[in-house]
């Protein structure tokens, strides 16, 4: 029998990237959606006054108020480095632009994209003395942009979907400096994999080289993958990629294609490091001093309207005739523009206001989407079945899997004229993930807190409880 094939990149070319690996790994987008509602609103504070203020939100979450000082002081840490949470104001400390912008709409996937957009080796999210050692090894890699670019490239070779495992990525790509120090082009790591597979040969990890030299411990096989591992898993999150099969095979989500092609044909690199490539000696404190500097260009990033969340081509058309049906029906006017104005989750709301009063009531004409800029405090005007109109503002939260996250901001403006409204003011928390689109629906939020069954902080975010409104399906137009 012959002996098995076996690959090991050449020890010249062998380099081990890393990034902060998050201990909520399993729990991440719940962890950054809970981190982002709570801290969002928090003010400008000395460094110690706004970690403590962080230390108290980490320790609220879930089972966390048993954890060690030392394991939140991590999370915080994590949170802060690899996720950008948190952006320097001179000796001061405030909520990012990441952190906002995912408490205000809540769109997880959305946060994964501008996450992956902005990422690179080196950057930020590691320590000084870790960014001295990428950059003396000439290390130069945007991880999201090659994965799509050979996923693609893999796609042309062969003529069908191409998929890869994070132990693929890994030993022909991730470690390997002829790929991200020299540029190899995804094309020709494409070729390789194909080969490998072919011939059916086996990865050799690198075992000698990444012994703990603390405990003499040599690492498992998903030890050594896990930092390829990460970016394929937040690429599932960004709805960039999908999975399947034991072990795992990434390819491409083709439902995707407009925030793939913006990734592939718009990247981005944060070029401060780049003096340092020549220089022979670089020092700590050189590059401590541009940590401020990165996290501004990871922040800078906003209104990317290809990471937005979008209707499908069915649900946009199904919605779009469902109006006109109706706008016509009501008032004889068959001119109607069949473009909904709205985002995502207002428009799917919208169509089941439609849905719900579909036979019982005659004044459909009276549900409309409320232009934002008019201020009202409700998103969208609907009617009752009796001869009142209901008013709703819709929070959606939009992830890949299930999560159980029951907060969400409003505003004061929000909250007067639902105080105003009363029973006629409700709160559609439309949850939306790969296999489910619920609403929970809470009326008269003012009078549910008199009730105690909200909790309301002095920011207005509100922690809702099953006693404060009831979980209804999504009403959706099926083809």
Known sequence: MSKQQRYKIPDEYFFRLHHVRPRFKNDVEEVLLYV????????????????????????????????????????????????????????????????????????????????????????????????????????????????????????????KPFSLTAEELTQC?????????????????????????????EYDHHYDQLKNEKTGAYPSKGDVCRYAGDILDYMVLANLLQHKGTGYYYYLNDENKEAINFHSNKAVWFNHYDKFYKQKEITNPEIAVIEENWFAFVNQFDGIEAFAPHLDQAEQENISALIQEYYSRMTGDRKVPTKIIGDYGESLILAHEYLRTKEKSNRQHLINKIPTPLGV???????????????????????????????FKLTPNEWDTAETMGDNYFIYYLVVNDDTKNIFMIQNPVKQYELGNLKVDKNLVVEFSKTSGQWEKLLEIRN
Not at 379 to 400: A, C, G
């Open 36 to 159: 982002a509602t709570s801290i969002s609103e928090m003010e400008v504070l000395p460094e110690k006054e706004f970690n403590d203020a962080l230390n108290k939100v980490l320790f609220g979450f879930k089972k966390n108020a048993s954890s060690t000082q030392k394991t939140i002081d991590n999370w915080r840490t994590e949170i802060s480095a690899l996720f950008a949470f948190i952006q320097e104001e001179g000796k001061h400390l405030q909520p990012s632009k990441m952190a906002i912008r995912l408490a205000n709409n809540q769109y997880l996937d959305e946060f994964f994209n501008y996450f992956l957009y902005s990422f690179q080796y080196p950057g930020g999210h590691i320590k000084s003395h870790n960014i001295i050692k990428q950059i003396e090894a000439g290390v130069k890699f945007k991880p999201c942009y090659f994965i799509l670019q050979l996923l693609i490239e893999g796609e042309k070779l062969t003529g």
């Open 173 to 201: 790509a991730y470690f390997d400096l002829r790929v991200t120090r020299d540029g190899k082009h995804p094309k020709d790591v494409a070729k390789m994999i194909l080969k490998h597979r072919a011939d059916k040969i």
């Open 377 to 407: 405090g409700y998103d969208i005007q609907s009617v009752e079945l009796e001869k009142k109109k209901r008013y709703i503002e819709v929070k959606t939260t939009k992830s890949r899997k299930a999560i159980n996250n029951n907060r």
